[in-house]
């Protein structure tokens, strides 16, 4: 069975920047048509898609979230990664990873992690 598993600082303070990787196993980041996302929920609020990152490389990003995200990999560990630049409060939230078929079906999600943006 795929696992995710998020990891990370569960504290950041405003205006820095909020790292998560993302490890992967009993599947490979370069599966073809998978793509790996992103996703959070803050607290009291839906579901939020923040992008994600393809089995090729190509990076998908939120237009809402665009100017201060970036998606990555790293092939050799098996992991891919979210960073968040110059965070407010407003970006408290559960992040989880998530693997997903086409960016259409989500099917494998990690545990998620609580990030809260406070000084």
């Known amino acids: 069975q795929v696992q995710l598993q998020e990891s990370g600082p569960g504290l950041v303070k405003p205006s820095q920047t909020l790292s998560l990787t993302c490890t992967v196993s009993?599947?490979?980041?370069?599966?073809?048509?998978?793509?790996w996302s992103w996703i959070r929920q803050p607290p009291g609020k839906g579901l939020e898609w923040m992008g994600a990152i393809s089995f090729v490389g190509n990076e998908y990003l939120s237009p809402s979230l665009r100017s201060r995200t970036s998606i990555s990999r790293d092939t050799s560990k098996n992991q891919f990664s979210l960073q968040l630049r110059s965070v407010t409060p407003e970006d408290t939230a559960v992040y989880y990873c998530v693997r997903t078929w086409n960016l259409i079906r989500m099917d494998y999600w990690g545990l998620g992690t609580q990030v809260t943006v406070s000084s």
């Open positions: 009993e599947d490979s980041i370069t599966t073809a048509y998978y793509y």
